[in-house]
């Protein structure tokens, strides 16, 4: 943990940030930005709600492991998912955080999404390295 930069993290995909000073937790926290109105508003909080597990973060003091959740991408027009680019994302921020992955698992809720496509759950064990 005393290699995490301190700054702004995801406080468990709630969307609300907590400050990590580099040594530990605070109780300083941002709240989530209100939702914008309208369709594009809509979208954004479907993308939000779909990468918000997968936000980098450090384990909590004591422990060796973080779990996070990627929502991979419905696809709701056109070709091409990007589903792997986001799990390299994910992977990579997590790794810029002194974490390896551990184990990754997937599962599919077999629901048609708008304009078609299931849902992929993926979720990630990262083991801090020491």
């Known amino acids: 943990m005393a290699d995490t930069q301190a ?8 969307g609300t ?3 990590w000073d580099g040594s530990a937790w605070t109780d300083t926290v941002q709240p989530p930005p209100p939702p914008a109105p309208g369709v594009a508003g809509m979208i954004d909080r479907i993308q939000a709600d779909a990468v918000s597990g997968g936000q ?5 003091t004591g422990m060796n492991y973080v779990v996070l959740e990627v929502i991979l991408k419905e696809k709701l027009w056109g070709t091409g998912s990007g589903n792997l680019t986001e799990l390299e994302k994910a ?5 810029a955080l002194g974490y390896r992955l551990h ?18 759950q993926a979720t ?7």
């Open 17 to 19: 940030k907590r400050w």
């Open 103 to 120: 184990t990754i698992t997937t599962a599919s809720s077999g629901s048609k999404g708008i304009g078609g496509g299931d849902r992929i």
């Open 56 to 60: 980098p973060r450090p384990a909590p």
């Open 7 to 14: 700054g702004w993290y995801d406080d468990d995909g709630t």
């Open 91 to 95: 992977i990579n921020k997590q790794a």
């Open 124 to 130: 990630m064990v990262f083991e801090r390295l020491t």
